[in-house]
């Protein structure tokens, strides 16, 4: 066992060079134009008012692993994770993640709504503390898909009138729904149809009548460049990515607001933290998740702010001053048709239709 | 008799056992000269190996979360086609309440929704209930277990406790060859859920197509840095190496630059005429995209083996040939090419072994018919988080490259490989 220990601390080591000094902190997350937004809304007004030196680290696409793999080895390194709700799930599942009281350990509303209250739903367990709303969307090219622009979703299934490739993220979640939408099967029942093997047979029909016009991307820039290149007409990613190709690049891309599907992310806090790190832990994520903060991270990009009382604080964008309330995805005129990730159902069926999808991919 | 011819060292010993002694010596000094590298190997990378791979066959979750209920279970018929008694009931009640206690009973969840999906949240929220379960004023578990979740009534949901309720098992392996053990005995996945089999095979026979193209364009080049002067060599020797230190994510990059269906081989060939512009060739997202990128990531490490083989042929002996008459093919053929073979040898050990491990570039540039088993231990691994299955996989292909190695060394003979 200590001969374990010890391998797996010199694997956990090498995996995290950066192990957190007693005035450091170390938060993790995605890296890019999404972290340079928490360091300008939550890292720098922390730093300045409490002179704890924030060390960011852009793992968040591994985190689950590299978070069960520094438990093993008895070392944990990270402070603060910032995670997708499904992740935060598999978190908790394996006790990873610490437990929150929502209404003790963060900050009430303004008018003093309690933080549980003021988050609702979007608190889908005991360990994660909700941040954004995101959106997996679509784009489109302008000049290349004709003199109608697409309107529903149903037009990335349309060959006939949008002939071209599309790029779709290479993972059954989100594509297996949008697929089963557009074969006719009701939004409410999309989960329940998907549950059945019949229903899968069905989405990968659907699926296989453009699977020769897809273009799989893994990871969220892949869509933004194809579109830039010309290389698809349509494709999904994260709706803040295609924000910055549209309104930072001035790409001539539009926005495919139809069907989306709600996301959530948000920070967790590990397991097994000494005592005066959980301490500093938590009064960051108190800081970091009250009403004003999560405001203000709208300012520098377009995801909405998990809290209903951080709504009507979202300003301008701090360097091109637009507006940036109708380029939230929870915006009303957006969100007429949307999804939201089933995290229970993915957390059944995840093992099980990614293999089938893998295999279907393959074939 | 014997003892008159044996020969005797100086201090009356035998020679024979002075000289074994010595050897002995030696021997005992180069172990302790490489004692401290051996150390570091077996405890920073042996033994973590080791560690990974016996995860393929580990399942203690099961029995320490549920240590009662595996014991009445056992007695349980499977086959009944009926739920287990209250017996068992009341046993994983009070094993499930302890376990919620220390938040282990989601992770039991997670390992057996791998086997049968739909456990992880059964686990989940019965495991909620639990909590307020009181267990000495229950009188039915049977009902109460009912009640919480019809599914506990469900006999595969125990079967799959029952099937993997030992310390070991064999399910990642079986797993990882497309294989599943239902109540009628192994057997195999559905039609629609098979790949692995068909990931290694493609593993393999791409790494062996990448290989021969490397072989292809490698020897040449590695022909042209042997044979030029020192001067124009060496800029040779620089043009190779330059990819070699330039980062793979780069390269790799760049690769998707040049081969896209808009990028600039493509606009160049419509420019040139050649294809029409609504007949672009498909160079990425598929095979073709990924024996190229990783062809060029690799040649480097067929040319340095080569060349440096060819450096030590002797110019002399491609002459002595042609004077006695051999024109030039035969003289490489006969002469040049037989010399160099150690090193074609060596480069594609390399060469084969590396491209079976690589994993980040056939996820940018493969698309879905150019991706390799790794792709899908690194999901395993990073993803999934089935560590399992992950191993299990990764076990495979190591067996898989050691019997390569053993049939190379039988065929070709691994004495026949040279690096220089």
């Known amino acids: 066992m200590k001969i374990k220990t010890i391998m797996l601390g010199g694997a956990a080591f090498a995996m995290s060079a950066t192990a957190a000094l007693a005035e450091d902190m170390t938060i993790v997350s995605w890296g890019g134009a999404y972290t340079a937004s928490q360091q300008a809304a939550y890292h720098d007004p922390y730093s300045a008012m409490t002179g704890v030196n924030i060390i960011n680290d852009a793992s968040s696409g591994e985190a689950v ?36 009281d929502a209404d003790t350990q963060l900050a009430d509303a303004p008018d003093g709504t309690k933080a549980s209250v003021d988050f609702g739903d979007l608190m889908v367990n005991e360990c994660f503390i909700p941040q954004i709303v995101y959106s997996t969307t679509f784009g489109y090219r302008k000049d290349l898909v004709g003199s109608t622009a697409p309107t529903s979703v149903c037009s990335v299934f349309d060959t006939a009138a949008y002939p071209g490739k599309r790029s779709l993220e290479k993972r059954p979640i989100n594509n297996m729904e949008w697929a089963l939408m557009c074969d006719g099967v009701a939004k409410s029942d999309v989960y329940d149809v998907l549950a059945t093997d019949e229903g899968q047979a069905r989405a990968f029909a659907k699926l296989d ?30 709706n803040g990515r295609l924000f910055a190709l549209i309104e930072e690049q001035g790409q001539n891309v539009g926005m495919l607001w139809d069907g989306q599907v709600f996301d959530l992310d948000g920070w967790i806090i590990p397991a097994g933290l000494s005592d005066e790190r959980k301490a500093r832990a938590l009064d960051y994520v108190y800081f970091a998740t009250d009403t004003q903060r999560l405001a203000d991270q709208a300012k520098y990009i377009s995801y ?60 | ?99 919620v206690k220390s938040k282990l009973h989601t992770k039991l969840g997670s390992r057996l929704n791998y086997e049968k999906t739909g456990i992880s949240s059964l686990v989940r929220q019965t495991g909620r209930k639990v909590k307020k379960l009181d267990l000495d004023a229950t009188p039915s578990f049977k009902d109460a277990f009912e009640k919480m979740n019809k599914k506990w009534m469900d006999p595969s949901v125990w079967q799959t406790i029952q099937q993997f309720s030992s310390k070991y098992t064999d399910g990642y392996f079986l797993a990882a060859a497309d294989l599943t053990r239902t109540s009628e005995g192994i057997q195999k996945v559905d039609e629609d859920k098979k790949i692995y089999f068909k990931l290694f095979v493609r593993t393999l026979y791409m790494s062996l197509g990448i290989t021969f193209m490397c072989i292809l364009l490698g020897y040449p080049i590695a022909f042209l ?62 095979v073709t995209g990924t024996v190229i990128a990783m062809t060029h990531i690799l040649l480097p490490f067929m040319i340095l083996p080569l060349f440096s083989v060819m450096k ?67 999901y395993h691994i990073s993803s999934s988080l089935n560590w399992g299955l992950g191993a299990a996989l990764g076990a495979i292909l190591l067996v898989v490259v050691l019997a390569l190695y053993w049939l190379y060394d039988k065929f070709v003979g691994i004495d026949n490989v040279k690096l220089g």
């Not at chain 2, 780069?250 to 630059?257: F, G």
């Open chain 1, 209 to 238: 009548t453009i699977k020769g016009d897809v273009i799989w991307w893994s990871a969220g820039a892949d869509t933004p460049q194809l579109l830039a290149d010309g290389e698809v007409i349509m494709g999904s990613t994260y």
């Open chain 1, 65 to 100: 692993a590299k978070l069960r793999a520094m438990s093993e080895a008895g070392n944990v390194t990270w402070d603060v994770v910032d995670v997708v709700a499904a992740d935060a799930l598999r978190l908790c599942d394996e006790g990873l993640a610490m437990e929150i």
């Open chain 2, 312 to 378: 030590t042929i002797p110019p002399t002996y491609m002459r002595a040939a042609k004077s006695m008459g051999a024109n030039d093919f035969m003289a490489f053929r006969r002469v040049y090419f037989p010399q160099s073979i150690p090193g074609i040898g060596a480069g594609s050990i390399l060469v084969f072994i590396l491209a079976i491990g690589y994993y980040i570039t056939p996820e940018i540039v493969g698309g879905t018919k150019g991706v390799f088993i790794s792709n899908r231990i690194a």
């Open chain 2, 1 to 99: 008799m014997s003892n008159t011819n044996t020969v005797l060292a100086s201090d009356g010993t035998s020679l024979k056992k002075s000289l074994a002694k010595s050897l002995r010596r030696q021997k005992i000094r180069a172990l302790l000269l490489i004692a401290p590298l051996l150390f570091f190997v077996l405890l920073t990378f042996i033994a973590p190996i080791g560690d990974m791979l016996f995860r393929s066959v580990e399942n203690n979750i099961v029995s320490d979360t549920l240590p009662r209920t595996v014991k009445v279970l056992s007695k349980w018929d499977s086959m009944s086609g009926q739920a287990p008694d209250e017996e068992v009931f009341e046993a994983f009640a009070r094993d499930l309440k302890i376990a």
């Open chain 2, 225 to 286: 840095l042997a044979t030029l002067p020192m001067r124009s060599s060496n800029v040779l020797m620089i043009l190779v190496l330059l990819p070699f230190w330039t980062s793979l994510l780069v390269r790799t990059s760049a690769w998707k630059v040049l081969l896209q269906n808009q990028g600039v081989i493509n606009d160049f060939l419509v420019w040139l005429g050649v294809i029409a512009d609504g007949n672009r060739l498909e160079l990425i997202n598929n």
């Open chain 1, 304 to 363: 909405g702010p998990a809290r209903k009382s951080s709504a009507p604080l979202v300003s301008k964008h701090a360097t091109l001053g637009i507006d940036m309330a109708p380029h939230m995805p929870t915006d009303p005129n957006n969100a007429k048709n949307t999804l939201l990730y089933n995290y229970s159902f993915w957390a059944d069926y995840r093992d099980d239709i990614d293999a089938k999808f893998q295999a279907w991919l393959a074939k």
